[in-house]
C-alpha cells in the first residue's frame, strides 16, 4: 500500500494492517466514554506511538531497549545483518545487571521467538507472567557478535 505516512489519516498497526485514524480515535474514546474531542493530547500521542523510536522500559526485568535502527547500529557498533531489540539501558541491582546484559546488547529471541520490536518483547514478557513462569530465555547478541542464552528472574 503506498502513500501511509505522517500525515495520512491510516497508519500500520504492529501486525503491518492498515487502519483509519479516525476509527481508532473513535474507537479509543469510546472505551474511555468521551468524544473525539475531549481525547488529550497525551492520549492522542499514546496512540500515535512510534515504535521504532520510542524506548520501552520493562520493570521486571531491569531493561530499557528500543527498536534497532541505524544510529543505535552506528553507536554501539552493531552490524547490518543483525536484527533484534537493542538494550540501552540496563538497571544496577537486577538480574539483567547480575548476568552482564548491557546497554549495546541485541536480544534477539524470548522464549525461543524470534523478536523484532520492544512491543513484541513486553508482550512475550507479560504472556510469560501471566501464565506464572517465573524466567523467561534470552538469546542475546553482543557488540562484538558473541552469542549466549541469559535466563531471567520474571520477580522483578
Not at 468524544?35 to 531493561?63: K, M, Y
Amino acid at each position: 500500500v503506498v502513500g501511509v505516512g505522517r500525515q495520512s489519516r491510516m497508519m500500520l498497526d504492529n501486525l503491518g494492517i492498515i487502519l483509519d485514524t479516525e476509527k481508532v480515535y473513535q474507537d479509543f474514546a469510546d472505551t474511555l466514554g468521551v468524544t473525539v474531542g475531549e481525547l488529550t493530547d497525551v492520549a492522542v500521542a499514546a496512540l500515535q506511538r512510534d515504535p521504532t523510536r520510542d524506548a520501552v522500559g520493562i520493570e521486571t526485568l531491569g531493561l530499557t531497549m528500543v527498536y534497532l535502527n541505524g544510529e543505535l547500529r552506528a553507536q554501539f557498533g552493531i552490524g547490518g545483518e543483525v536484527s533484534g531489540v537493542v538494550i540501552t539501558e540496563v538497571a544496577n541491582g537486577t538480574d539483567a545487571a547480575a548476568r552482564r546484559i548491557q546497554p549495546g546488547d541485541v536480544i534477539l529471541e524470548v522464549a525461543q521467538q524470534e523478536v523484532s520490536t520492544p512491543d513484541e518483547i513486553a508482550a512475550l514478557i507479560t504472556a510469560r507472567r501471566n501464565n506464572n513462569l517465573a524466567s523467561v530465555l534470552m538469546l542475546i547478541q553482543e557488540p562484538d557478535g558473541d552469542l549466549r542464552f541469559v535466563s531471567l528472574s520474571l520477580d522483578g
